[in-house]
């Protein structure tokens, strides 16, 4: 099991931001659907690329994820509960991608939290973590601990607003001990030479640091190590002091501003690469960094010049959140007959969300002439992408399913 799990900020976004595009549409063939209040998203390998290694499709990609999912929930319950508040704060999102990592040379990446895509007014955040071609491959019980250390620990982390005020040193130890209380939940052999291995990075590496702060301002919880199973939940509450220590010494703050400089570099030179691209998926990418202030400063007036742009070439998606922008007045004037416009547009697309709002906008009569008949039909295939919400008003209007 060699494997490295990384954080991604905002210049990583770039990187992978074709992620993204599948998200709340199922065009393409993209499988999508809804597991524990878990949205899992399936995308095919790009046409004409070779790998290092056969690909998994969509379908068996979404599945081992979805199993897996099933294994830390079943397995792990302190896990299960902190993923639980996630999906209370926001959207919990898994989106198995072959084509990701670009590339990879000399180890392994199986997954990666991508902590930037959240909504700009800051009150719902997006919990989403990417699984790539080789995690996609893995045995759903080898693959639902590194969930735990991607989803449930830098997601953990993401909730607290932790990622970009702590270095990345003390967000992996935390994440991989999240890792470590999965792997004794679900039974894992310590004894076995991965484990040990796993164990001599927790505590050799990432965990160093704070273990030699434990020794110098606590050394009573270090005893909380010395097991064959530590224990996790005790050293996770010592750990949240020592994080709050360094930040009241300035060193986290220092490592952390230094980090900063050097994304904010490669962020402005991937929007320029960005805004000479004539691709709807990038013009719809520059329109989420600027509406959700992705490493620049959020700007809906310029989101929404992007959107246009990739919403009349015909992007779902963008089309989608110019739907939104108009219907809510987020850096527009709010107009609800041109927000039904892109909300009809969105749903032919195949977005899932938008035939929700659509369904509902005729229901209502809201921007456009009130039609229950052709609401409804566009509940029903809401419904059956997964939107729960829209399964909801269905009930509420006595159609069976």
């Known amino acids: 099991m060699k494997f490295r799990a990384r954080v991604f900020g905002f210049a990583a976004i770039f990187a992978v931001a074709v992620l993204t595009s599948g998200l709340g549409r199922a065009q393409d063939d993209t499988v999508q659907f809804m597991h524990k209040g878990v949205q899992i998203v399936g995308k095919h390998a790009p046409e004409g690329k070779v790998y290092d290694i056969d690909i998994a499709p969509p379908e068996a990609g979404t599945a081992a994820v979805k199993a897996a999912l099933d294994i830390l929930y079943d397995g792990s319950a302190y896990n299960a509960q902190a993923i639980e508040k996630l999906k209370a704060a926001g959207n919990v999102i898994i989106v198995y991608d072959p084509a990701f990592p670009a590339h990879e040379f000399t180890k392994i990446t199986i997954a990666a939290f991508l902590p930037d895509f959240y909504q700009a007014d800051g009150r719902t955040k997006d919990f989403l973590t990417v699984v790539g071609r080789f995690g996609g491959k893995w045995k759903p019980r ?49 004894s076995a ?26 050394r009573a919880a270090l005893t909380a190590w010395d097991r064959l199973n530590p224990d996790v939940p005790a050293i996770l509450k010592d750990y949240l002091v020592y994080i709050d220590a360094l930040r009241k010494s300035g060193v986290a703050g220092s490592a952390v501003s230094k980090a900063k400089q050097a994304q904010a570099k490669v962020t402005r030179q991937k929007l320029a690469q960005l805004s000479q691209s004539t691709n709807p998926e990038d013009l719809f990418q520059l329109g989420l960094i600027y509406g959700r202030g992705i490493g620049v400063d959020a700007n809906s007036s310029t989101a929404r010049g992007w959107f246009e742009k990739a919403a009349e070439a ?38 899932p969300e938008a035939a929700y709002i659509f369904g509902a906008m005729l229901l209502n009569g809201d921007g456009v002439p009130r039609n229950p008949a052709e609401g409804t039909k566009w509940m029903e295939k809401a419904a059956a992408d997964g939107i729960d919400k829209a399964a909801d008003v269905l009930k509420q209007l006595g159609v069976s399913q």
């Open 142 to 190: 080898d693959l639902a601990p590194v969930l735990a250390h991607e989803l449930t620990g830098h997601g953990t982390q993401h909730l607290r607003g932790h990622l970009e005020n702590v270095r990345e040193v003390d967000l992996e130890c935390e994440a991989y001990l999240f890792q470590e209380k999965a792997y004794q939940d679900l039974g894992f052999d310590k």
């Open 193 to 218: 030479r991965d484990m040990v291995r796993f164990r001599k990075t927790l505590e050799g590496h990432w965990c160093a640091e704070f273990k030699s702060w434990q020794r110098k301002n606590n």
């Open 314 to 351: 015909g992007h779902g998606q963008a089309q989608y959140e110019l739907s939104r922008m108009y219907f809510q007045g987020d850096g527009v004037a709010a107009d609800k007959a041109i927000a039904a416009q892109w909300a009809k547009a969105s749903a032919e697309s195949g977005v």
